[in-house]
């Protein structure tokens, strides 16, 4: 008999693109070989130019979601992504806390690619009062992780160094973070993993000519993927990393705004090989 796939929960909002959110979540969750449990905490309006309004969903029924099939399946490895609301927040850090053992990746999503807010001071606060304590690895982009250490009116904002950054996140009870470094004025991007001991790797990738969307749900996703799949946290990274790029480099523009990354990219290989031989 066949042994079930691995099984990732991802909390996070409804994006009717499939460029982001659950649906990002679970073609990533699913082409790295696990099966997706999706716990819709929001739902949005927007297209692939950005987010025009979020509709929060009621926080007893996002805990009754997540309970229902936590009892009902043995999960490997949590996700969370936009989150929506405070009550939510508090909801999910209670859920979570009754799994201790099991990994969480989180994607901390305070804005959209255009920059439209999606997660106010009150939520960070709760974000980080409640869940990092909890989390195993945080996928920051570094203007979310410099956001998360500062508040909005902070003159240095956009200055603080990202080593810093992480230390004082760190010491918010993460685990390990992974500073991504899209939004860096650099040749190559750098994604730096951190615990407190330091820098674990650092690794450069190719800066692709387009912006993406979904590319934070993407790798968040691909981490807690290849973490169900019981690889460490660096072999996590490292290798969901690789698959991000390959999805990026491999992404289509459907629309009038960002690309987005072809989570199947590897299917198409498949057949050209089959056809090829």
Not at 13 to 19: E, F, I, L, V, Y
Not at 30 to 41: K, M
Not at 62 to 70: F, G, N
């Amino acid at each position: 008999m066949l042994q079930p796939p691995p099984i990732v929960l991802s909390f996070a909002a409804n994006d009717p693109t499939g460029g982001a959110g659950l649906q990002a979540d679970q073609l990533t969750i699913a082409s790295l070989g696990c099966h997706p449990l999706s716990i819709i905490t929001a739902i949005t309006k927007q297209d692939t130019t950005g987010v025009e309004e979020i509709l929060p969903i009621d926080s007893e029924w996002v805990e009754d979601q997540a309970r229902l099939v936590l009892e009902d399946m043995p999960v490997h490895a949590f996700k969370i992504g936009l989150l929506g609301s405070v009550e939510t927040i508090a909801t999910i850090a209670e859920i979570i806390s009754d799994y201790p053992n099991i990994p969480l990746v989180m994607d901390p999503i305070l804005t959209s690619g255009r920059g439209d807010e999606l997660a106010n001071e009150e939520m960070i606060d709760a974000m980080r009062e409640l869940l990092l304590p909890q989390v195993t690895i945080l996928t920051p982009n570094s203007l979310e992780a410099r956001h998360l250490v500062l508040q909005e009116s902070d003159p240095s904002k956009t200055e603080l160094d990202l080593t810093l950054c992480a230390h004082r996140l760190l010491d918010m009870g993460c685990e390990y973070i992974l500073i991504t470094g899209t939004h860096e004025n650099t040749l190559q991007v750098t994604n730096t993993l951190f615990t407190n001991e330091g820098i674990v790797r650092s690794d450069h990738w190719q800066r692709l000519e387009h912006t993406y969307h979904g590319s934070g749900c993407t790798l968040a996703s691909a981490i807690a993927a290849c973490m169900a799949n019981g690889l460490s946290v660096s072999d996590s990274v490292i290798e969901a990393q690789d698959y991000t790029w390959q999805t990026l480099q491999a992404g289509f523009r459907p629309g009038m705004g960002q690309h987005i990354p072809n989570r199947l990219y590897w299917a198409k290989l498949e057949a050209e090989n089959i056809n090829e031989s």
